[in-house]
């Protein structure tokens, strides 16, 4: 590492493989990673042990892992620049994740969102993983001593108990973690589903029609925004509330084009939604394309992404395994 890095603030992101990457995923999540990777230093992590506490076919999560690793970097995140690693890949994960289990209250753990609507969700396997998984995400994010983790909205709550377990530990045992702050994008933070507007955008959302898939063909993403949920109204304004569906097409539509609110209600004024759902299907292939090409060029390439993912797990082990050492040692435990 050279020394500007270690200068660098840190960033921790990761995204589950309990699903095909979403446009959700890209705009919210992977392309403001790679806006930030010049400027930190960066950990980014396909959170395997996370995605098993929701029931996942084996071949599947495994095909799906290196797919995703593929779309990485095929997003623009560049190997050389960023720690891009498999979670499982670390043992330190599991390894904190169980100390910060017992830094972590039944009652915080509770009051999670993602707890009460994946349980609702899956009413036959609410597993201890799923009410539990704070503290691994706890653990993910605090072995890297990170100070920004770039969110959707909707991840917020997971930084703030993140800061909390941390905080309370330190008030035990002096300072060993740094409290992270959430970073959320201004734009893209919450993309919603096309069918349900009122919906977040879900890789393991079970209406096709509703997810943009980024492996998804032209075609197909053409279909769905022309199916896309609008309003009765014919206008192109922004109001999240009373127009969710125009909304998020905007939304998505100012992503793709970089153009703004104003500059879409212009463009679009006086003519119908018919016009409005081709344009923005328009913006996301082209938007696509090159991300699709590419990741199948390099899912063909086992030994590259092999190359990678073995790269990246032996960074992220030696940057890790020093935090861990030090908890460790603070909590009593005789050093290996
Ligand atoms: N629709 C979205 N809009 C904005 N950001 C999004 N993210 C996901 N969907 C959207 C952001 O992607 C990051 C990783 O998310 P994750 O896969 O770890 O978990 P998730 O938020 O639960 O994603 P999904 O797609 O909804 O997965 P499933 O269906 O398995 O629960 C986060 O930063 C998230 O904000």
């Known amino acids: 590492m050279d020394e ?7 960033i921790f992101s990761g995204i589950q493989p309990s699903g095909e990457l979403t446009l959700g995923s890209y ?10 990777s010049d400027t930190y230093n960066c950990y980014y992590c396909i959170v395997d042990m996370h995605a098993i506490t929701v029931r996942q076919n084996p071949s599947d999560l ?3 892992t290196l797919h995703q690793l593929a779309q990485y970097i095929a997003c623009g995140l560049d190997p050389m620049k960023n720690t891009i690693f498999i979670q499982s890949h670390v043992p330190a994960h599991a390894e904190l994740a169980w100390v910060l289990n017992c830094y972590t209250m039944f009652g915080e753990l ?3 969102t993602q707890f009460k609507d994946k349980s609702a969700k899956n009413a036959d396997n609410i597993n201890a993983g799923l009410f539990t998984y704070p503290a691994l995400m706890a653990a993910d994010i605090l072995l890297y001593q990170t100070d920004l983790v770039p969110v959707g909205e909707d991840q917020k709550q997971h930084v703030e108990i993140t800061r909390d377990i941390a905080q309370r530990f330190n008030g035990v045992y002096g300072e060993v973690f740094r409290l992270p702050e959430p970073y959320i994008p201004k734009v893209g933070a919450r993309i919603m589903s096309l069918t349900s507007p009122e919906n977040k955008m879900s890789k393991s959302d079970k209406d096709p029609g509703g997810c943009i898939y980024i492996m998804q063909s032209p075609d197909d993403i053409t279909r769905c925004f022309k199916r896309a949920v609008t309003d009765c109204e014919t ?10 569906g125009v909304s998020n ?3 998505i539509y100012s992503v793709a084009t970089g153009a703004s609110f104003g500059e879409i ?3 679009f004024e006086g003519k119908g939604y018919g016009d409005f759902k081709v344009k923005v299907g328009e913006s996301v292939v ?5 991300i699709r090409e590419e990741a199948e060029r390099l899912i063909a390439d086992k030994t590259y992404l092999e190359s990678i993912y073995k790269e990246g797990a032996e960074k992220a082990s030696r940057a890790s395994a020093k935090i861990l050492r030090k908890v460790y040692k603070k909590i009593g435990f005789v050093e290996r």
């Open 27 to 36: 705009l919210g999540a992977i392309k403001n990673w790679v806006e930030l």
């Open 235 to 244: 206008c192109v304004r922004f109001d999240p509330s009373d127009k969710p």
């Open 265 to 267: 209600e212009k463009e």
């Open 249 to 251: 097409l905007m939304q």
């Open 62 to 64: 495994r095909r799906r």
């Open 110 to 112: 509770s009051r999670m």
């Open 286 to 290: 082209e938007l696509l394309r090159p």
């Open 4 to 10: 500007k890095a270690i200068e660098k603030k840190t």
